[in-house]
């Protein structure tokens, strides 16, 4: 049974950072898209960030580029987000996501597993 954990949450204040970890076992084999997802009240979910575990490749949604950061430690099959400059529109559970789907993107129907979700709140 996989299982995908986040942890690192919590709240900051504009202009601070952040880093998100997500903890991913069970059997992997062959989940070579790997990312992030947020959802704010009131709004969808939406893709933050992916990676193929694999090639490396990255995706970022606009909105984040240049700020927030996607890696994946192998060995440990931990994801992380690093966010810096955060901003309130930052603010909302971020949910970190695992498919077998290639190419890996930023679409939520994608993802075959999901972590329970951890809050982030940015305050002014």
């Known amino acids: 049974q996989e299982h995908l954990a986040e942890s690192g949450g919590g709240s900051v204040q504009t202009g601070q950072s952040l880093r998100l970890s997500c903890a991913v076992s069970?059997?992997?084999?062959?989940?070579?898209?790997m990312g992030w997802f947020r959802q704010a009240p009131g709004k969808e979910r939406e893709g933050v960030a992916v990676?193929?575990?694999?090639?490396?490749?990255?995706d970022y949604a606009d909105t984040v580029e240049g700020r927030f950061a996607i890696s994946h430690d192998n060995a440990k099959n931990i994801l992380y987000l690093q966010m810096d400059n955060l901003s309130s529109d930052d603010s909302a559970t971020y949910y970190c996501?695992?498919?077998?789907?290639?190419?890996?993107?930023?679409?939520?129907?994608?993802?075959?597993?999901w972590g329970k979700g951890a809050l982030v709140t940015i305050s002014s």
């Open positions: 069970g059997y992997t084999v062959g989940m070579h898209c």
């Open positions: 996501a695992a498919g077998f789907s290639i190419p890996c993107k930023l679409w939520i129907d994608r993802m075959d597993y």
């Open positions: 990676i193929n575990t694999g090639s490396r490749r990255e």
